[in-house]
């Protein structure tokens, strides 16, 4: 368990968790974390920033439990990060789209959904509104190893996605995905913090970040340099930004003369600029309401329902999972009587000995299908019989004769010939 000075309902919590990585010799080679404390609320969009080489991605390593400690102590959901029972309540993005590169999107989503246990009908509604989502619908039938890597890192989203997690964590996730494909990724973190899941983002994309994080964490050499709430750490509290409606010259001169008779300097004076996101997603939607053709992925906009409605708690989740592997119809929506099933050495027996009934031509094969008017298996004529009775003979001595009896036999019949 965690430490008593951590928040017993966080979702995550860590106490001077630190990680060292080992030569062959047990020598430290290098701290990747060191005394890490963290304590990750509930519905919360948390924020790991750092450069490369942070710690970021090994901390999240050990949140899943596959790294282990070398120091300090962890839990997620109040458990042992390696406890089974919270695997089913995370969702995972890692920065390498591990993908199964012969699978298209539609089998690589129901591979996961599988893995969850989830009923049939279920997954394939989840299938088709997560392909709708991440814009991958129209290249559904391509296998993921033709993907571009912003197309895996949608799919790979989407599989993330796919258990509608309470946790889910994402490593680097906008790394080579448009412009986009990042807006509809900060729409779908602002609705599922909304949701009341938490969400840990780990990036060194700045901008992605302060979008949608309520509190961030900074790393540097693997060590805890500012934690905080987003508008807190960025505030300049030593400044005031007023923004108005565009002002002529000489209004301008009076605002400036009433703060230097209150002693104060107008430091800047500038009109708002938008971004280039903004300027570029507006560009790309002009063009498709024109519905020009591409050949990328295209984005409804959407996010998925079953994303979308409000979480209705665990019970779902283990009534999805104790319906199991279940793959067939109910059994109310099954007929009322059905013929019991033959053991498998039965049916094998019948099946050899309708394969010697044809060879032997016993009557059962062709001949069952002709009748009369009257509903009568019709006699074969005279030639017929003489040339089924010819083949049964040379099918069952090609069956008794040995290999070698061949050559005798044909030197017998040319004695009797002579």
């Not at 946790?167 to 790394?175: A, F, R, Y």
Request: contains cysteine.
């Amino acid at each position: 368990m965690v430490s008593q000075t951590t928040d017993n309902n966080a979702v995550v919590a860590t106490v001077k968790l630190t990680k060292v990585f080992r030569d062959f010799w047990l020598r430290e080679k290098v701290t990747a974390v060191a005394d890490l404390d963290l304590d990750i609320r509930p519905g919360e969009v948390f924020g790991l920033l750092g450069p490369n080489g942070s710690g970021k991605t090994t901390t999240l390593k050990m949140v899943l439990g596959l790294l282990f400690p070398t120091r300090g102590r962890i839990a997620v959901f109040g458990r042992r990060p390696t406890d089974v029972a919270t695997k089913n309540r995370i969702g995972f993005l890692p920065e390498d789209s591990h993908l199964y590169p012969f699978l298209d999107a539609r089998e690589t989503l129901d591979f996961y959904g599988r893995l969850f246990h989830q009923p049939r009908q279920e997954r394939r509604r989840r299938i088709e509104m997560l392909l709708d989502m991440v814009g991958l619908r129209g290249v559904a039938y391509r296998r993921v190893g033709e993907y571009s890597k912003g197309m895996q890192r949608r799919i790979g989203l989407a599989q993330a996605l796919i258990n509608d997690p309470d946790l889910l964590i994402l490593d680097e996730p906008t790394s080579g995905m448009d412009p986009i494909g990042t807006r509809q990724f900060k729409d779908l973190i602002r609705l599922l913090g909304q949701r009341g899941k938490t969400v840990i983002l780990s990036s060194h994309l700045l901008a992605d970040v302060e979008d949608v994080c309520e509190r961030v964490c900074v790393l540097y050499g693997g060590r805890r340099r500012a934690l905080g709430d987003v508008n807190e750490l960025l505030a300049k509290s030593e400044l005031t930004q007023l923004t108005t409606d565009q002002l002529d010259q000489q209004t301008l001169e009076k605002v400036e003369s009433v703060l230097r008779d209150s002693g104060r300097e107008v430091v800047e004076v500038s009109a708002p600029r938008t971004t280039l996101e903004s300027l570029f997603l507006q560009i790309v939607e002009d063009a498709q309401r024109q519905r020009l053709a591409t050949g990328g992925a295209v984005s409804t906009g959407e996010v998925a329902e079953f994303l979308r409605q409000p979480s209705e708690g665990r019970e779902i989740l283990d009534r999805l999972v104790a319906v199991g592997h279940e793959d067939e119809e109910p059994p109310e929506q099954q007929p009322a009587e059905q013929p019991a099933e033959q053991p498998a050495d039965e049916q094998d027996a019948e099946q050899t000995e309708e394969v010697l009934r044809e060879l032997v031509g016993s009557g059962d094969g062709d001949e069952q299908e002709q009748s009369d008017e009257d509903g009568r298996p019709a006699e074969p004529s005279v030639a017929e019989q003489k040339h089924h009775d010819q083949a049964d003979r040379d099918v069952l001595d090609k069956l008794i004769n040995k290999p070698g009896d061949d050559a005798d036999n044909r030197e017998g019949d040319s004695r009797e010939k002579q």
